[in-house]
Every structure is written in structure tokens, then in C-alpha cells.
């Protein structure tokens, strides 16, 4: 942490980020992904879009305010967390729990956003305001085990988990938009849409934006793991679907639990719930907003800033739940394309636009400037 004390009569601004990574398996890479090597523009390796470069961009952008002899209003922080990928606790919630002066901010700036996309020819900078809830639960389907010699006398758990499996694959929610999607629908479209016009619009304006939008229109159900008999000669008596579940920000899991029941139907299954984190928003119209959409209009004047809720889960939300400070995910970048990243991300060759770091130490002095003068 580092901090660069303000004269405490305006807000505080944190720019967080986090410093581990997911592993990297260097038969993958085309370079060593540790380092760190520049090529044509782009600096290689793990770490780079995820999120080695905002903490290189966040640390810049307050070192040189702090050279420059700039005087916030309030403070302006700068916190490089560890553990953010995994979650063991070690990371931001403890430093929340443990020391919440320290991290303890009226705005903060983190990952998750700053993405330029182009849709309908028209462009657009996505700023995360908001995440949904990471709310996997485990299914399990009951049978009567056997000996496999004889199926008809036992009651195959595996055989009757399959439909189960497929009423979640084949399981179409009801739309509905959040304040974060109904005003991202509005500019991208100049007009409000009915929950259920949006997926159609979306495909004929792009095939990008229904991908984007699909997810944030309701809950996602996604069945990843599964597990019946240890051996091959024993009819499974139970078998165990642990299903990745993605709720909206201010669904419930009991309101998803009937959601999901719904679907299933009647059956000899029970449901549990493995975790509930996340799903949490700040405000849209805040002087942070104002500082983004004044960042955007000042790098791209055609260009517009956008609420974005994100389908993934970021620290933001540590923030917003032990301190309620307004938090979004912008990292501007406009160098590399945002489909292009999206794939390099937890991904072999992951590389970030030397560009783009430096639109992001801009973007970081801009709000601090606009913020907390
Ligand atoms: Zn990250």
C-alpha cells in the first residue's frame, strides 16, 4: 500500500489491483511467459492483461503525482493486493477485516472494465459498475446401488441424472434488465428495450453484443463437475452435480432456488448451495462516472462510456460490502482489440499493448485530477 495523504477536504480514490496470477504452462507460450520480454509494442507474459499491467499503470500514476507535488482533496491510495485469484483469504478481505484504515476508500478503480468495443459502428468504452453473484450449488440425484451385472434391480443414479443435466443445458430464463443493462441498452440501441427485444436486437447489430449481453439479461447455470460410482461394477446408489451458477446483482438464492426447481421439475434430487459471493453494485451516477466519462471524452470524443455488469467476480466487491465505497472496473485499452484480449486472459501468450499501459496511467492521473482536487 501506498498512500499520498490529502489535505482531507474531498473524497478518497484507491486504485486497486491485485499481484498473483493464474499459473502458466511455458510449453504453451510462443515466448518465456515470465519475461516480460517487449515485441512489437506488447509486452509478453503471465500476468500482463491479468493484471501485472494495471498495477505497473496504478503505481505510475501515483508516483508521479506524488513527484509532481500534487495535493489531493482527499487521499489517493494505492493497494497491489496477493491472492485475488484464488480467494484463501489472504488478500483484500483480510486487509478489509484486518486493517480497514488502510484500505478504507470513497471510490476505487480496479479491473474488470475500460475495454473499447465497436458496435454498429460506433464506439464505446465498458466501465464495470456492478458484478453478479458467483452462487454455485451441488445437486444430488438418488438411486438404489447394485451389483452392474444385473441393471433392472437397482435404481441407476448416473441414468437419472442425464435428463437432469440436460433440463439445465436446455433451461432459457426469463430476461430481465438491471439499471446497469437497461442503460447500456439504451446506448447502444438510443432507445429502452423491452427485456425480451434484446438478445434479437443484439444478433442483428452484432454478433459481439448478444455474446456480451446474453449472461447479464438473467442467471446462468452451467453443470461442471460430476461424480457417481468409484467403481465400475457397482451401480451408483448417488450421484453429485456441482453446478456453476451465476445470479444478478440483488437475486437471492432463494428466488433462484425456485427459478432452478422450476426447471428441473419434480425429482429425486436435492439442492444445496456450495457458496453465495459477490453480486454486489455501486451507484451509476457518481463523480467517479463523471471523472470515466470525462477521461473517454478527452481520449475519444466520439466515443462513449458505458455501464458494463460483469458476468466474473472481482475484489471490487470487498469494497463496496465492508466500506460501501463506489467501485468500478476500468482499465482503459483501446491498442489491443477487446475480443483479442479476452482470449488471451488465463491464457498461453497473454500480452498487453505498451500503448494501452500508458492510456491507463493517463486515465489514473485524469480521475485523481478530476476526483480529488
Ligand atoms: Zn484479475
Not at 471490487?316 to 475480443?339: C, I, K, N, Q
Amino acid at each position: 500500500m501506498a498512500r499520498l495523504p490529502g489535505r482531507g477536504d474531498g473524497p478518497s480514490l484507491l486504485l486497486l489491483s491485485h499481484t498473483d496470477t493464474v499459473v502458466a504452462d511455458a510449453s504453451e507460450w510462443q515466448l518465456d511467459p515470465w519475461s516480460g520480454e517487449v515485441r512489437d509494442g506488447e509486452i509478453w507474459g503471465r500476468g500482463a492483461l491479468d493484471m501485472k499491467g494495471e498495477v505497473a499503470a496504478s503505481a505510475v500514476a501515483l508516483a508521479s503525482l506524488a513527484r509532481e507535488g500534487f495535493e489531493p482533496a482527499g487521499d489517493l491510495i494505492f493497494v497491489a493486493t496477493a491472492d485475488e485469484e484464488v480467494g484463501d483469504d489472504f488478500g483484500l478481505p483480510w486487509l478489509c477485516r484486518e486493517h480497514p484504515d488502510a484500505v478504507r476508500a470513497d471510490y476505487a478503480l480496479n479491473e474488470g472494465g475500460g475495454e473499447r468495443v465497436e458496435l454498429g459502428g460506433r464506439a464505446f468504452y465498458l466501465c464495470s459498475t456492478a458484478e453478479k453473484m458467483s452462487s454455485p450449488f451441488r445437486l444430488t440425484v438418488h438411486g438404489r446401488g447394485g451389483h452392474a451385472s444385473m441393471p433392472r434391480i437397482s435404481d441407476n443414479a448416473l441414468v437419472k441424472a442425464a435428463p437432469v443435466i440436460e433440463r439445465l443445458a436446455a433451461y432459457r430464463p426469463e430476461p430481465q434488465l438491471g439499471v446497469e443493462t437497461d442503460a447500456l441498452v439504451v446506448a447502444i440501441f438510443g432507445e429502452r428495450l423491452e427485456p425480451d427485444q434484446v438478445l434479437e436486437a443484439a444478433r442483428g447489430l452484432d454478433p459481439y453484443a448478444a455474446e456480451m449481453l446474453e449472461p447479464l439479461l438473467s442467471l446462468t447455470l452451467s453443470p461442471t463437475i460430476i461424480s457417481a460410482s468409484e467403481r465400475r461394477n457397482v451401480v451408483p446408489s448417488t450421484c453429485v452435480i456441482d453446478v456453476d451458477c451465476r445470479l444478478l446483482p440483488g437475486q437471492t438464492q432463494e428466488e433462484a432456488e425456485g427459478i432452478v426447481r422450476g426447471a428441473l421439475g419434480e425429482g429425486d434430487y436435492d439442492l444445496e448451495w456450495i457458496e453465495g459471493r459477490g453480486g454486489t453494485r455501486s451507484p451509476l451516477e457518481t463523480p467517479l462516472w463523471s471523472a470515466v466519462e470525462s477521461f473517454v471524452a478527452e481520449v475519444e470524443p466520439d466515443a462513449t462510456a458505458v455501464p458494463l455488469c460483469v458476468a466474473g467476480f472481482t475484489d471490487s466487491h470487498w469494497l463496496r460490502e465492508a466500506f460501501g465505497t463506489v467501485a468500478y472496473g476500468f482499465f482503459p485499452m483501446r491498442a489491443m482489440d477487446a475480443r483479442e484480449a479476452s482470449r488471451l486472459v488465463h491464457s498461453a501468450d497473454e500480452r498487453v499493448a505498451v500503448d494501452d499501459l500508458e492510456l491507463g496511467v493517463d486515465c489514473f492521473r485524469h480521475v485523481a485530477r478530476t476526483l480529488c482536487s
